[in-house]
């Protein structure tokens, strides 16, 4: 008896084991839910909307203008950012925050990105902190999950004109 609970036990623990692995490399390497908070990123995404996140751009350099991204935050590595691609490695940026009186350029160096919201007036992104690092980027989100009245496909940034290939 003792022998039969024990190995049903091991196949549990097994199983378990199994199904967490398959579960990490999903959420890991294909993509997951995501909840996004604040208002960076409005009216593309509200504040609470649910949205999919692909992680597979990332993993193949496959992040372009015009993305909206997840990426880690630099000044508190636990949170996330939501903010959308403006610039690549190589890009010259104008940059324009309310702080600044006259506009000036930045170049995106290797590696990096430059990332803004695409509520100008009410973003903390690259404008105030700079280009971020390539490997901060954890997902592309492209698909809005809720409210359901909005659920599809992302719209087009309202500030398309940030990033034209001017």
């Known amino acids: 008896m003792l022998h039969g609970?024990?190995?049903?036990t091991f196949r549990l623990v097994g199983y378990?084991?199994?199904y967490g692995c398959i579960?990490?490399?999903?959420?890991?390497?294909i993509g997951g839910v995501v909840m996004c908070s604040g208002p960076s990123v409005e009216?593309?995404?509200q504040n609470s909307d649910i949205v999919f996140a692909e992680n597979l751009s990332r993993h193949f350099y496959g992040i372009q203008r015009g993305d909206i991204v997840i990426a880690k935050s630099r000044s508190d590595p636990k949170s996330n950012i939501c903010k959308r691609v403006i610039g690549l490695e190589g890009d010259k940026i104008l940059t324009n925050s309310p702080s600044d009186f006259?506009?000036?350029?930045s170049y995106v160096p290797t590696g990096h990105v430059w990332l803004e919201g695409d509520n100008l007036q009410n973003s903390t992104d690259s404008r105030y902190y700079g280009p971020i690092p390539y490997g901060l980027i954890r997902g592309r989100i492209f698909f809005k999950i809720w409210p359901l009245s909005d659920f599809g496909f992302l719209c087009d940034s309202p500030n398309g004109h940030r990033f034209s290939d001017d």
Do not use: R
């Open 5 to 8: 609970v024990l190995g049903k």
């Open 16 to 18: 378990t084991i199994q």
């Open 23 to 29: 579960a990490h490399c999903a959420f890991e390497y």
């Open 43 to 45: 009216p593309t995404i």
């Open 102 to 105: 006259f506009k000036s350029h």
